[in-house]
């Protein structure tokens, strides 16, 4: 097994390149990816960007001319990564919103894969459990359902 004791400890500037938007300069925040090319921009960046053009800020390869935002996926797994990379930022991104939504005077939506709701209900023949959840815009409902035997 190779050990990895000597190699030099890689820097957060060294990674920068890869978890920083090339449209606002910041770290990836809601990270979606171009699926023609695969470049990775701020979810906010790059709709703002395709309402005015139609090609990758990177690359200039053409998306789609009517319905570019068609043409963008979210990218959890390099969302996960930026968070992990750069401590603290998923939390000052969650405090951020938070302050948007109440100077907006409105509530906060649930965060992704926050817990929404929890609702239990009870009989003689069966308990229940139903939980909301938020998880890519979408709101799920589990429901755990116990029979009681007699």
Same mark, same amino acid.
């Given at each position: 097994m190779q050990s990895y004791r000597n190699e030099p400890?890689?820097? #957060?500037?060294?990674?920068?390149?890869? %978890?920083?938007?090339?449209?606002?300069k910041g770290y990836l925040i809601d990270a979606v990816s171009i699926t023609e090319c695969l470049h990775p921009f701020c979810k906010s960046c790059i709709v703002k960007?395709? &309402?005015? $053009?139609?090609?990758? /800020?990177s690359c200039g390869?053409?998306?789609?001319?009517?319905?570019?935002? &068609?043409? %963008? @996926?979210?990218?959890?797994? #390099?969302?996960?990564? *930026?968070? !992990?990379? *750069? /401590?603290?930022?998923? !939390?000052?991104?969650? #405090? #951020?919103?938070? @302050?948007?939504? $109440? %100077?907006?005077? !409105?509530?906060?939506?649930? @965060?992704?894969g926050e817990l929404q709701s929890l609702r239990w209900s009870f009989s003689?023949?069966?308990?229940s459990v139903y939980i909301n959840y938020l998880y890519d815009s979408s709101t799920y409902t589990i429901l755990i359902k116990t029979v009681i035997k007699t």
């Open positions: 400890p890689v820097l #957060l500037a060294d990674l920068n390149e890869y %978890i920083t938007c090339k449209l606002c960007y395709l &309402n005015e $053009r139609y090609d990758c /800020p390869i053409l998306i789609h001319q009517s319905h570019p935002l &068609n043409y %963008i @996926s979210f990218d959890r797994t #390099l969302q996960d990564i *930026v968070y !992990k990379v *750069v /401590p603290d930022l998923r !939390k000052k991104e969650k #405090l #951020l919103r938070e @302050s948007f939504y $109440r %100077i907006m005077g !409105k509530s906060p939506p649930a @965060s992704e003689n023949a069966s308990r």
